[in-house]
């Protein structure tokens, strides 16, 4: 009989593109299996959907708690990779794992799915590479991972199935004074976003090369209203989930009156985060930097697929 490798955490990173590369390769180099939190009771680290991927040397990346399972996940997947069967495992409250306690004091249940080839895993990657969201539907009764079209906007379950949803990466257009957008910017990349810097001029003459989607955030930082116009145009006409602007409540009503001067609705109008950030004032480009960050994340984490648009409550 064949041993099992001891499971060893390969990288920490929790982004979906880095696990099912990760995954894809690890189906080449011998085999693979892709576990999925499918159930929450109680209180849990992650959300329905979170993955881990493990490999048949014992590799693994990826969350489906705070930390304090994902070995025992990985030798469970090990096992069911061995076995060539999928299974459930249960952790927290109603698990067999007595050892094993969630802080949160909650309980989780886990598929693992061995994968049997790495396409259907290229299907999601290459639709996030073109800015689109991409869904796989998992069947534990045929053990059959397959992309499928649901309009489901979150991972969940879908009758007899669990459908997994991956959004693309988090892009912010930013544009404004240089010592203002270098420090978002420097806070974005390291929270893991794309970050593209843009023009003003660039919006006006209509060669800009970033346009905004639905998983984009517009950021503002003009100190001149007339700079700002084209690109917030622009950001209004767009599905992007956030659109936020620099300046003082009495500016940003300056800005309203001339936006729907041009025919702009008071719809459009309350799609602009304004004064932008999550708190403030702040006087220094650090401390906005962190409040326009802290705004985009909440807007992020509670907008939908589609045309997402966040409404300021």
């Excluded at 929790?14 to 999925?36: E, H, K, M, Y």
């Excluded at 790495?118 to 073109?130: F, G, M, P, Q, S």
């Excluded at 602009?272 to 930097?289: E, H, K, S, V």
């Amino acid at each position: 009989m064949t041993a099992v490798p001891f499971p060893f955490r390969v990288s920490a990173t929790d982004n979906p593109v880095d696990i099912l590369t990760f995954a894809a390769s690890a189906v080449q180099r011998g085999g693979a299996a892709l576990a999925t939190l499918v159930e929450v009771r109680g209180g849990a680290a992650r959300a329905l959907g979170a993955q881990v991927a493990i490999a048949a040397d014992g590799g693994f990346v990826g969350y489906v708690s705070g930390g304090c399972v994902e070995t025992a996940v990985a030798a469970e997947a090990l096992h069911a990779i061995a076995q060539g069967r999928d299974r459930f495992v249960t952790f927290g409250e109603g698990s067999p794992f007595f050892d094993i306690v969630l802080p949160c004091g909650g309980g989780i249940k886990i598929a693992v799915h061995v994968l049997r080839g790495d396409e259907v895993l290229y299907t999601v990657l290459r639709e996030l590479a073109e800015r689109r969201a991409g869904v796989l539907s998992y069947s534990s009764h045929a053990q059959t991972l397959k992309p499928c079209s649901s309009n489901i906007q979150s991972s969940d379950w879908q009758g007899a199935e669990f459908v997994s949803v991956y959004h693309p990466q988090t892009r912010l257009v930013i544009s404004g004074q240089m010592g203002e957008v270098e420090a978002v910017r420097r806070l974005a990349q390291a929270a893991g976003y794309a970050v593209s810097h843009s023009d003003p001029h660039e919006w006006r003459r209509g060669q800009c090369s970033n346009p905004i989607d639905p998983f984009t955030a517009a950021v503002l930082l003009h100190h001149d209203l007339d700079l700002e116009a084209d690109l917030l145009n622009e950001a209004l006409a767009s599905s992007a989930f956030y659109i936020g602007a620099l300046g003082s409540t009495r500016t940003h009503r300056r800005r309203v009156e001339r936006l729907m001067a041009t025919g702009a609705s008071s719809e459009d109008c309350s799609r602009i985060r304004a004064p932008i950030g999550l708190f403030g004032p702040t006087r220094d480009a650090t401390t906005l930097a962190l409040s326009v960050l802290s705004e985009i994340a909440v807007a992020r984490s509670t907008a939908t697929t589609g045309h997402i648009r966040e409404q300021k409550s």
